[in-house]
């Protein structure tokens, strides 16, 4: 045996060793993923979390392989949605999932939006809306930044230690409401292509897109295993979205309401 460390040798063939000083990860076959699907996402979650990059062929792989998620048990899926969503800085990784076609493998729904036209004042199509909306979300959470971010943004949406402990709560096993809030942010519009119409002024209109939405969104939770309160709490976000909006212009809820 081996009595010092300065005679230990480090058997090491697939270099890893070098990779973790150089901040990479790496797949160490081509058949990494067809072996197991979850680490299509595992691999995105540890270099998001440690700050790595992802080599090249390994991210090629990714979309290669992408469509192999829906193998993966929901159980083990919701887990790695969760632990990206806890993730700071969605600006930086929501782009990049979506690069690696695991925003749609993950939530086949999400695939529609893209190229759903929007009125002139969202700008984007709805996917990209729903994208910036979660990056908004987390800028408002101070868990990363925005593009349009300003002082006179954090003047209206003030923040505080009670604020924090409020979203920090756990809801279910491994959820907050803060990962809760940011999951319903991504889906909020996920019904509009369906709910997409022209009025008689030439208008695009969405009419009960909050409502199919909180169906849809509650069929994409329950299909990923998760639990009948973050269901729910998900499914009042998705639905009553827009009255933010009404109440801010002075529209006061209805006594139904």
């Known amino acids: 045996g081996k009595d010092y460390t300065n005679e230990v040798q480090l058997i090491d063939p697939f270099h890893g060793w070098d990779d973790l000083h150089r901040g990479v990860i790496r797949a160490v076959s081509d058949t990494a993923f067809e072996s ?78 893209k190229g759903v036209e929007q009125p002139k004042e969202h700008y984007w199509d709805v996917f990209e809306h729903s994208l910036k909306t979660v990056i908004a979300v987390d800028f408002l959470l101070r868990q990363g930044g925005w593009e349009y971010a300003s002082e006179e943004v954090l003047a209206v949406a003030p923040w505080s230690a009670v604020l924090a402990q409020h979203f920090d709560l756990e809801v279910s096993s491994g959820s907050t ?51 009948s309160k973050e269901v729910r709490l998900v499914e009042i976000m998705v639905r009553h979205h827009l009255r933010p909006g009404q109440m801010s212009h002075d529209e006061l809820p209805s006594h139904k309401a």
């Open 177 to 227: 409401r803060r990962l809760l809030l940011k999951l319903a942010a991504l889906l909020h519009d996920i019904a509009k292509p369906q709910t997409k119409a022209i009025d008689a002024q030439g208008r695009l209109r969405f009419l009960g897109h909050g409502k199919e939405g909180a169906t849809t969104a509650a069929n994409i939770l329950e299909r990923l295993r998760f639990s």
């Open 36 to 113: 197991d699907a979850a680490r299509l996402l595992r691999g995105v979650r540890l270099a998001a979390e440690l700050g790595f990059g992802i080599d090249k062929k390994t991210e090629a792989l990714i979309q290669r392989y992408s469509h192999l998620i829906a193998s993966v048990a929901s159980e083990r899926v919701r887990e790695e949605l969760l632990r990206l969503l806890a993730i700071p800085r969605a600006e930086q990784l929501l782009p990049y999932l979506d690069k690696l076609g695991l925003i749609t493998a993950l939530i086949p729904e999400m695939a529609e939006t």
